[in-house]
């Protein structure tokens, strides 16, 4: 890949790289004062001659607020008072990759931490905020978003600005039988989402975003811009699942593209208590796992007037004839009608996942970069290896009733994630899990914040003897730090651990070696990065 703005003048990057590494500066060691911060100034604009007052953003700009709150997607980080959150010094908006590497030499220089943003969707605002006192800066990726799709070799180069909706439409530009497997939320960046393993809805046909990884380039701790090769594959492993925020600051990634019929199906079906949910919603427990690679099959759980809703919505990759048959025979109890069901092309059932209206608004409307939620949320994430008893659906569908802003999203496992290991990337949860449950809860203003909290907090717990234990699993991407964090000085493996085996499970320890490879000075910190090894 050789992206057009990708030219950085080499000979005066390294007289800068120099100048930080003579001063022999260690930024464990470094308060920030106000002079570091005309110190980082100094460094960035000495490795940049040209005029750049909009790429170096300090706090008493008028351009500071709007980018830094573009990209905010929910309420409970924009208000700095919530758990004492500290914002950015500065926000760099980088347009060439050699503004990264300046801002990586400089901030080591000046003191500061470094946190980046592709979209802005980390569950605990941990890529534009931070929970301690420690100052830092904020590199904002939003302006890479090049895509350069490739059908000839079913490949994409994608930066890591980019959005997934914003994928998904440059492949249907080029081909209608080309695909991808990650999210449905379309404002969601890539960056990110590949780096903590990316799931969607034809994964259990391909599995994850992170598997379908060819290369990637990445900025170190030092500075230097690396791809597959000359990073090594312990690192390029690390970066597919284990969160690319602990290791550097990802530019762009090479996927592979898949395969998709011109045409697919897509359908849903919803049930009440009162119309049988609960006998149906127990036979997916029991099916969804099972079906063909080709059907996703996933369930929402919702409180509706007084009663359970269950909503099973579903994409199969090939035509109605084709599908009606099959629900017949394996899955009888969900009443699956042709008029519940609609032939439509793969971009558009992308569209239908991210809740457009699938024939009135064109697929530009994925191009669009700002979320149309707009309030407060809280998310937590479960795994199941056998269904839920009718004792804890009881207890859970209570619950569940007590709170009206309250859903839970449940996603079934099975094909293709059985069938790859548990180590070919840092994401674990494949083998063995029958489906993954997200909890959700929103509200609208701050005064509501801690009743959300407590209500999907016992949650959580009621629900501990019908998941996934030793570890009690959680996927990454759907960050939670009530799951433990680390401390402000307190980065020690024993503590991470505790968060750690419910991300990674046995492929934590590998992923502090390569951390600790990688980046000995733990440089690339935040609340819940993977921590190095005591002795470094």
């Not at 005066?12 to 570091?36: D, G, K, Q």
């Not at 479960?382 to 004792?391: A, K, Q, V």
């Not at 730090?481 to 968060?499: C, H, P, Q, V």
């Not at 499970?505 to 992923?511: E, K, S, V």
């Amino acid at each position: 890949m050789a992206p057009h703005y990708c030219h950085p003048n080499n000979m005066l990057f390294t007289t800068v790289l120099f100048l930080v590494i003579t001063t022999s500066l260690s930024s464990a060691a470094l308060i920030p004062t106000p002079n570091h911060g005309r110190s980082f100034q100094q460094c960035f604009y000495s490795h940049h001659s040209n005029n750049h007052t909009q790429v170096v953003i300090p706090r008493n700009s008028p351009l500071y607020s709007p980018l830094l709150n573009s990209s905010i997607r929910n309420n409970r980080f924009l208000n700095s008072s919530y758990h004492s959150l500290s914002k950015p010094e500065f926000i760099v908006n980088p347009t060439r990759e050699s503004h990264i590497q300046a801002t990586i030499i400089c901030v080591k220089r000046s003191g500061f931490q470094v946190r980046t943003r592709s979209g802005g969707h980390d569950y605990e605002g941990l890529s534009y905020s931070s929970s301690t006192h420690q100052k830092f800066v904020l590199v904002d990726l939003s302006n890479f978003r090049s895509i350069e799709v490739d059908i000839e070799n079913e490949t994409a180069w994608v930066e890591t600005g980019a959005t997934l909706g914003e994928l998904y439409y440059r492949i249907a530009e080029k081909s209608r039988v080309h695909g991808f497997p990650a999210g449905s939320c379309p404002t969601v960046g890539v960056g990110g989402h590949f780096s903590g393993g990316g799931f969607g809805t034809i994964f259990r046909k391909y599995g994850l975003a992170a598997d379908r990884v060819m290369d990637a380039r990445i900025v170190d701790a030092n500075g230097e811009i690396m791809d597959r090769n000359s990073m090594g594959e312990d690192l390029f492993w690390a970066i597919r699942g284990g969160g690319g925020a602990s290791f550097g600051v990802i530019l762009a990634w090479k996927v592979e593209l898949v395969p998709v019929p011109e045409i697919v199906t897509i359908f849903s079906v919803s049930r009440i208590v009162e119309q049988g949910g609960v006998q149906v919603f127990q036979k997916w427990q029991n099916v969804s796992h099972n079906l063909p690679k080709k059907l996703f099959l996933h369930a929402v759980i919702k409180p509706n007037n007084g009663t359970i809703q269950f909503v099973f919505v579903g994409l199969f990759l090939g035509r109605v004839k084709e599908l009606l048959p099959l629900m017949e025979e394996r899955f009888p109890e969900l009443g699956l009608a042709a008029e519940s069901s609609q032939e439509v092309s793969w971009i558009q059932s992308v569209m239908y996942f991210a809740g457009f209206a699938v024939n009135n608004i064109s697929s530009k409307a994925l191009l669009n970069r700002t979320s149309t939620f707009d309030g407060f949320f809280k998310a937590k994430s479960d795994y199941t290896s056998e269904p839920i008893s009718g004792l804890g659906l009881e207890g859970l569908f209570k619950r569940v009733l007590e709170q009206e802003s309250s859903m839970l999203i449940l996603t079934p496992y099975g094909g293709r994630m059985g069938e790859i290991p548990d180590s070919e990337t840092p994401f674990p949860h494949r083998r063995g899990y029958i489906y993954k449950i997200q909890y959700i809860v929103t509200w609208d203003t701050e005064e509501e914040t801690s009743l959300h909290m407590r209500w999907i907090r016992e949650l959580y717990e009621y629900m501990a003897p019908y998941v996934s234990k030793a570890p009690r699993a959680a996927y990454y991407n759907y960050r939670d730090l009530d799951l433990g964090r680390n401390g402000k000085n307190d980065d020690s493996y024993e503590r991470a651990r505790i968060w750690g085996l419910k991300y990674f499970n046995g492929n934590f320890d590998r992923l502090v070696r390569v951390k600790t490879a990688v980046d000995p000075s733990n440089f690339f910190w935040n609340e819940q990065s993977i921590p190095v090894l005591a002795s470094h």
